[in-house]
């Protein structure tokens, strides 16, 4: 082996190597295998985990929000690290929960709309009872 070092971050481990036969120089990169992330939703259905479906739902709660793309995409790094921390299942209701926690701290307001799609509000008291609980835990 002629070199070893970690690159993108750290994520990826880049080696050198010489072959002893041909002298020839060959480069790998290694990366770590991740397990894919499942989402049981309420019927019991199963699907991959899709970042997408956050960020779709996040572009929608925060229309004509200053909430940036980059909080976006933070927010839903977070909640895909939280979700492989808990396992290769997580329950719809539990990825709902987590965005619902980090948008909280990010824009009520963007909260409160994600929420009334989320929980599926039916009418005024639905809002004011998600209010209170901005407002507490604000």
Do not use: N
């Not at 120089?25 to 770590?32: D, K, L, Q």
């Not at 397990?35 to 956050?54: A, C, D, Q, W």
Request: neutral net charge; hydrophobic residues 35%.
């Amino acid at each position: 082996m002629v070199d070893s070092r970690a690159v993108e971050d750290g994520t990826v481990i880049r080696r050198r190597r010489s072959c002893c036969g041909c002298s020839g120089r060959f480069t790998t990169f290694e990366r770590r295998e991740v397990t894919p992330l499942v989402v049981v939703k309420r019927s019991g259905r199963r699907e991959p985990f899709e970042r997408e479906k956050i960020i779709h739902g996040l572009a929608s709660a925060g229309k004509g929000r200053p909430i940036e793309p980059d909080v976006v995409e933070s927010l839903v790094d977070g909640v895909e690290e939280a979700a492989r921390l808990e396992g290769t299942e997580v329950t719809s209701e539990w990825v709902g929960l987590a965005v619902l926690e980090r948008l909280r701290a990010i824009d009520p307001v963007a909260c409160l709309r994600f929420a009334s799609v989320y929980k599926g509000f039916t009418d005024i008291g639905d809002f004011e009872r998600e209010v209170r609980l901005i407002k507490l835990e604000s």
